[in-house]
């Protein structure tokens, strides 16, 4: 998913999981090309991978994470992936609905 055109700094994410397994955000800086108009998950290394930890399904875990300074990964468009993986290459998709995720995001 495109969170964003052109550069961006994450100043922090909210994010729940009501799932029994953890789940991971993967945050890419992509540059398009007419070839490769978007990053294709379990491809394209992101750069930077965070855990939202497992909990259950009748409860809820959450992280609400600020960073201070900020983090960039690049030039690029900010997009999101989700995956039940934290491997780089992993494409298992999670189920609709095991994680409601906010990036907070400033742009540059």
């Known amino acids: ?24 955000v993967k945050l890419y800086w992509y540059v398009p090309t007419s070839a490769a108009p978007t990053p294709t ?16 399904t009748t409860t809820a ?9 900020g983090f960039t990964g690049g030039n690029g468009n900010l997009w999101m992936a ?3 993986l934290a491997a780089d290459t992993d494409t298992t998709v999670v189920v ?7 990036l907070l995001v400033d742009p540059c």
């Open 61 to 69: 875990s959450g992280l609400a994470q600020s960073f201070t300074e």
């Open 96 to 102: 609709a609905g095991d994680g409601l995720i906010s």
């Open 41 to 56: 998950v379990g491809t394209t290394a992101p750069q930077v991978t965070i855990a939202i930890p497992a909990l259950g």
């Open 82 to 84: 989700v995956t039940k």
């Open 1 to 24: 998913t495109k969170v964003r055109d052109g550069p961006a700094t994450v100043k922090g994410i909210i994010a729940v999981n009501t799932a029994s397994y953890a789940i991971f």
